[in-house]
């Protein structure tokens, strides 16, 4: 039979049936079948109800990193990545930032913006004022739609409309600014954008089209800052090499966007351990870190008269801390109550403060010995497994490895060779 994608009614078979589809589709052996049908702590129940189409799971490792220190708070900080040494950076950053109460963080009032595009208006300037005349009006119809969000004081605040040119011709952009509280918000926002539509085009006499959530969310904040003293990382020539380092990403979209991704490597372990929306945290903050027309790293560091390096960031960040997964992921649960957090406010900013360390760490080996040194051993240990080391065997052939200066497959393969030969 020839090989095809098109299977009809795939989302409505059992796990085991899609499965079996999906074997004879990719050749895949009975072992790798037994893997992939293997749910760890999310069970194929929950699993199957999460996204569609489920045929496994996938584990990644679950950390935790120490020594962190935010508003005077103690905290251990969950972290899920693919990645070597963050975790490890994170924590020997966030020991170096425990003085005079440990990083500092804010976190706005998390209002997030819907937008509702309205079409052929037949005088979008107009139209413009008269939404803001109703403004009242709409702005309770979008609250009729979540009682307990206005009962525990968010709900839609207030409005915005903007007349935007496109390629289309002119458009009435109008924006619902909505307080949603602990929740990252996008069903809340949704529901009012299409819920408050009929009324829109009633009030324009133009047609809506999209009522979606914006991911730039320009109103929901964090900012985090934090003092290292010079005494603690090697001195003042180690300050100058972190600002030298920050002032090229300044200056340098190439550079701004690998300093970002450094701080995203730390905020999006948190997202994922507490079963955020990271994709929407990503691309808020890299519209965010071009927001002027310019990409811009989204931390600074200084140094200030003493000597002593001073760092800040301030970037979007629409975590939650009820609704989608953060409540129906057993191991989310357990990440947010091992921060022991209560609100949305908190989480972002413990995931700024986190952000801020991570780029600290990785500035401070850049402008040092260099990120590979930190990378070596759990790169080594990674190579030799792959190579078929197991137990006791694994930090023998990465040690060589390691030595020798050549950490490779190929070498890996000959030292487990040699080893188990003696
Ligand atoms: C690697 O995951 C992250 C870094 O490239 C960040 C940076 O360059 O600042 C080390």
Redesign the pocket.
Do not use: R
């Given at each position: 039979m020839a090989r095809t994608s098109r299977i009809p009614g795939f989302y409505k078979l059992s796990i085991d049936e899609r499965l079996r589809i999906v074997k004879g589709f990719a050749n895949l052996t009975d072992e790798e079948i037994k893997l992939l049908n293997n749910f760890g702590n999310l069970g194929a129940t929950r699993a199957n109800v999460m996204i569609e189409n489920v045929i496994g799971g996938m584990t990644y490792p679950f950390a935790v990193a120490v020594n962190f220190l935010i508003n005077g708070r103690e905290y251990l900080v969950p972290m899920v990545l693919e990645?070597p040494s963050?975790v490890a950076a994170a924590s020997n950053a966030a020991r170096v930032m425990r003085r005079d109460g440990g990083i500092k963080a804010k976190a706005s009032e998390p209002i997030m913006i819907g937008q509702i595009q309205v079409l052929n208006v037949p005088n979008p300037h107009y139209a413009k004022m008269a939404i803001l005349e109703h403004k009242d009006e709409i702005l309770d119809l979008a609250n009729k739609q979540d009682p307990i969000l206005v009962k525990l004081g968010g709900g839609a605040k207030d409005l915005e409309a903007r007349v935007i040119n496109s390629r289309i011709g002119p458009m009435l952009i109008i924006h619902l600014l909505v307080n949603v509280k602990d929740a990252m918000g996008a069903n809340a926002v949704n529901t009012m954008c299409e819920a408050v539509a009929p009324l829109v085009e009633k009030i324009t006499r133009g047609k809506v089209l999209l009522r979606i959530l914006s991911n730039l969310a320009v109103r929901r904040i964090v900012r985090a800052w934090v003092k290292v003293y010079k005494d603690d990382i090697g001195g003042e020539d180690i300050v100058d090499k972190i600002v030298a380092a920050s002032a090229f990403a300044e200056a340098d979209p190439y550079r701004a966007v690998?300093?970002n991704?450094?701080i995203m490597?730390g905020i999006i372990a948190v997202a994922l351990a507490t079963a955020q929306d990271h994709r929407a945290i990503e691309a808020g903050a890299h519209a965010y870190a071009a927001r002027d027309g310019v990409y811009r790293p989204l931390s600074v560091w200084e140094k200030d008269d003493e000597g002593n390096l001073v760092g800040s960031l301030e970037m979007p960040l629409a975590v939650g801390v009820v609704g989608g997964a953060t409540k129906t992921h057993p191991v989310a649960k357990i990440a947010l109550k091992i921060l022991g957090v209560k609100t949305a406010k908190e989480l972002a900013e413990i995931m700024g403060a986190v952000g801020l360390a991570q780029?600290f760490a990785?500035?401070r080996?850049?402008a040092t010995v260099g990120?590979q040194k930190g990378h070596m051993k759990l790169h080594a240990r990674n190579i030799a497994i792959m190579a078929g080391a197991e137990g006791e065997l694994i930090d023998k052939v990465a040690e060589i490895m390691i030595k020798e200066g050549r950490i490779s497959y190929s070498r890996a393969v000959e030292i487990i060779k040699e080893l188990k030969k003696n």
């Open positions: 990645e963050v690998t300093h991704k450094g490597n780029n990785a500035l080996a850049l990120i």
